[in-house]
């Protein structure tokens, strides 16, 4: 079976390379909608795969994080990066160029090694990501499977240690120190009850 949690947030990037002068070579904007598919062939005790309030802690905060945010290419032109850490507070430096289908293979990602950390406590199992959708407008996505996320060779390896957030994302989590956590490998503790 599979579930589906969808998430929202505003986000300004340049995706360089690209075809269309305008995304290549501007900063521009987009109104994304994620869309969060899990899948399980097992319910828990209250009958479900996993509760959609559980998504509101850890996952919630990471997608949250883009959230107006201008998200980096690490390789991009180095003057560029240091402008743009300057001049805005909240910023995500990724070691990919900032697509939709980047994007997409990123929260793919953060949101399966959360999911491996999660101490369940409300007998769950075998929740994993089934896909994951990013809509970067009203009329174009991109989706991303397993096969997708793990194609480091055809699509750019990304190592979740060489994602970086700016402080101020940072002080907004939940948990200060959750992403440490994450790369750590640390066990991220859910309540009993939300």
């Known amino acids: 079976m599979i579930i589906r949690k969808l998430f929202k947030f505003e986000n300004a990037h340049i995706v360089r390379n690209c075809t269309s002068r ?3 070579r501007s900063i ?9 598919k ?21 996952i919630k905060d990471l997608i949250d994080s883009f959230d107006h945010a201008i998200t980096l290419w690490s390789k ?16 995500v430096e990724l070691p990919v160029n900032p697509s939709a289908e980047q994007f997409s ?23 994993e990501v089934y896909s994951l959708i990013v809509h970067e407008t009203d009329t174009g996505y991109a989706e991303c499977f397993r096969e997708d996320a793990y194609n480091f060779e055809g699509m750019g390896e990304i190592r979740l240690e060489d994602i970086k957030f700016s402080d101020r994302v940072k002080e907004e989590w939940r948990d200060k120190d959750m992403w440490d956590k994450i790369l750590r490998g640390d066990r991220l503790n859910t309540p009993k009850q939300i």
């Open 22 to 24: 305008r995304c290549s």
């Open 28 to 36: 521009h904007g987009h109104s994304y909608k994620v869309e969060v």
């Open 38 to 58: 899990l899948k399980s062939d097992f319910l828990d005790n209250g009958q479900m795969i996993y509760d959609f309030g559980l998504m509101k802690l850890y």
């Open 76 to 91: 991009d032109n180095k003057e560029y990066i240091e402008f743009a850490k300057k001049f805005s507070e909240r910023w």
């Open 105 to 127: 293979r990123v929260f793919f990602l953060m949101i399966e090694r959360v999911l491996n950390l999660m101490e369940f406590k409300n007998n769950e199992k075998n929740v």
